[in-house]
């Protein structure tokens, strides 16, 4: 082990003047060689192990060379067929919260320690229905005549939408959840400080919200991905449907946890939402935006997405 650390530290050295590309294309080798000797696993399972797999430990790694520079796109994976598309977010830290209104302050830091990963988009009622058709859901929501398909789910209380995930846990053996409020934040973010990941103007046709000049403002919901994604590669943090996070409702940030857990402190029959929607306007859609929903009311303009906790089985191949 400590031979493989001394080559991967000559290595380092010596991808420094290289392309983004062949970086990305000799990291990939390292990892597969010398990170994944850490699972205890000898040549022979190694051998074994597909070029999926090993890409997927190298997206779990190294999150922060987990771009495709021909495609310009972060890159994804699924766990199963039917699974949401997942992309990667870094550990780091940010300050959260905002100085617009009190239920948003006090700012404070927060530190993930370890990445994670998070779906692309929000869930779609082609995976709500999957989970149907596969035992775990038992509520076939209402699509407000807007269509199914790539359409996000709405129509879900918090206890539906925590179902999905234990059913995505239960199909996959890996720990799917809701977010946190916090991981909801540093993800919707993607490195900024400013409003929205792209400044502070929402300017027009960036966001679906009311008056933000996207076709489906004021109107409805938009089809998952339609607008740009954020750095993290994630669509749809700002607008379009309001998304359950795992917290209880507190009005303040006093006491918040500062390592990126949710906060079950509060009152429980209301839960946090974020991301604002089509029906309110871009002040809600702002990364530091927060508001509350009764745990058991369902809308129109709510709906989720789910995370995956990566360091549980980062190097557990798929067999």
């Known amino acids: 082990m400590h031979r493989i650390r001394r080559w991967q530290g000559r290595i380092n050295k010596t991808i420094r003047g290289l392309t983004p590309a062949l970086v990305l294309a000799f990291a990939l080798d390292a990892v ?6 850490q699972a205890g696993e ?35 994976f699924k766990d199963c067929p039917e699974c949401p598309e997942m992309v990667v977010i870094p550990k780091g830290s940010f300050i959260m919260g905002s100085k617009i209104t009190k239920r ?39 699509d407000h005549n807007w269509g199914r398909g790539r359409q996000p789910v709405i129509n879900v209380d918090f206890e539906m939408a925590e179902g999905y995930a234990r059913w995505l846990t239960k199909k996959t053996g890996k720990p799917y959840r809701l977010p946190s409020e916090a991981e909801w934040e540093y993800a919707a973010r993607g490195g900024s400080t400013t409003a929205f990941w792209f400044g502070d103007d929402p300017g027009e046709g960036r966001i679906n919200c009311r008056k933000c000049g996207t076709f489906w403002s004021g109107h409805r919901n938009a089809p998952v991905g339609q607008l740009e994604p954020n ?48 029906y309110y306007f871009a002040r809600q859609a702002r990364s530091a935006s927060r508001a509350k929903n009764g745990a058991k009311i369902k809308s129109y303009w709510l709906s989720f997405r789910v995370v995956l906790e990566l360091d549980a089985y980062r190097f557990r191949p798929n067999r």
């Not at 597969?32 to 000797?37: F, L, N, V």
């Not at 000898?42 to 520079?69: C, G, Y």
């Not at 302050?105 to 692309?120: D, E, G, L, T, Y």
Request: net charge negative; aromatic share 10%; with cysteine.
């Open 32 to 37: 597969s060689i010398g990170e994944t000797a």
């Open 42 to 76: 000898t040549a022979v399972e190694l051998a074994q192990v597909s070029k999926e797999e090993l890409e997927r430990r190298k997206r779990e790694l190294d999150p922060i060379d987990n771009f495709d520079v021909r495609s310009r796109r972060v890159r994804g």
């Open 104 to 142: 948003e302050q006090p700012r404070h830091p927060v530190f993930i320690k370890n990445p994670f990963a998070m779906s692309r988009y929000e869930i779609t009622f082609d995976e709500w229905e999957a989970c149907i058709l596969g035992g775990g859901c038992k509520h076939n929501p209402h």
């Open 231 to 278: 750095p993290f590669g994630l669509f749809d943090m700002h607008g379009n449907a309001y998304e359950w996070v795992s917290d209880c409702w507190v009005p303040h940030y006093k006491g918040a946890p500062r390592d990126g857990g949710p906060r079950l402190d509060g009152d429980c029959n209301q839960r946090v939402i974020r991301g604002g929607s089509w």
